[in-house]
C-alpha cells in the first residue's frame, strides 16, 4: 500500500477513482511477488472500500486494521524476514519466532533446537535453501 501511495502524486492521493486505478496498476504488475499477488487478490474486490480510508491519508497500518474488518485474511499475509547477507550479530536481533518462520520458509525442520543459538546456527547452515518467494 505504501508503494502506490508513494507512486501516486500528491494531488491524486485525496481522489478515489485516481487510487483505485492506481491500485489496479500496482496490481497489473509482472514483478509482483507470490505475497503481493495474493494481497491483490484480496484486494481488488474491494477496491472502493481500500480507497476511501486511503484519500483520507490514514496510515498504512491503520488501513490494513480497517480493511481486515472486511477480509481478515488481508493483514494475514506474511512477508519472510530478509536473510540474504546477514551476519550473526543481525541474527541475534531477531526473535526465535522469526528464526523458526525462516526455517518453515526454507521447508527445515529444527528437531533437537532449544537455544536461540541452535536457531541461528540452523538458518546459516540452510542458507543455501534460502530460494524465490514463488509458492
Partial sequence: MQDVRDAMPK????????????????C????????????????DPIKR???????LGMPVDRLCKRINKS????CGVKFPVKTEN???KDLTKLR???????????GVECK????????IAMVQNT??????DEF
Avoid: M, W
Fill in 11 to 26: 494531488a491524486d492521493q485525496t481522489n478515489k477513482p485516481a487510487i483505485e486505478a492506481a491500485l489496479g496498476a500496482q
Fill in 71 to 74: 477480509n481478515s485474511e488481508i
Fill in 96 to 106: 526465535v519466532k522469526q528464526l523458526k518462520s525462516i526455517l518453515v520458509d526454507r
Fill in 86 to 88: 546477514l551476519e550473526k
Fill in 49 to 55: 472500500d481500500v480507497a476511501h480510508p486511503f484519500s
Fill in 112 to 119: 533437537g533446537c532449544v537455544e536461540k543459538e541452535e536457531f
Fill in 127 to 132: 542458507e543455501h535453501l534460502a530460494g524465490s
Fill in 28 to 43: 497489473a504488475k509482472d514483478t509482483l511477488s507470490a505475497r503481493e499477488r495474493k494481497i491483490c487478490y484480496y484486494i
